[in-house]
C-alpha cells in the first residue's frame, strides 16, 4: 500500500495547453511537464503557444535580461 497518493496538480476549472497532444484541456490531465497554464478560459489556453511566443519576443528586447541590448542571436 502506497503511503501518498499521487496527484496531479491543478484543479478543474482551470485550463491548460498541452504539449504532447496539442490541446486545451480542463483540469489537470496531462502531467505538469507537458502543459502550459493554469489560463482562467478555454480561449486563452488556446492561444498558449501564441502568448510564448510574445513572451519570448519581449524578453528578448528587455535590456534587464539581455546585455547585447535585444540583438537577435
Do not use: I
Not at 43 to 71: F, Y
Request: charged content about 40%; proline content about 4%.
Amino acid at each position: 500500500m502506497a503511503l501518498f497518493k499521487r496527484r496531479t496538480a491543478g484543479r478543474a476549472g482551470e485550463w491548460y495547453y498541452c504539449l504532447k497532444h496539442g490541446t486545451v484541456e480542463e483540469g489537470p490531465e496531462c502531467r505538469a511537464a507537458d502543459r502550459l497554464g493554469p489560463y482562467e478560459s478555454r480561449e486563452e489556453a488556446g492561444h498558449a503557444l501564441e502568448t510564448v511566443r510574445e513572451r519570448d519576443a519581449q524578453w528578448r528586447e528587455d535590456p534587464r535580461w539581455n546585455d547585447d541590448g535585444g540583438a537577435d542571436r
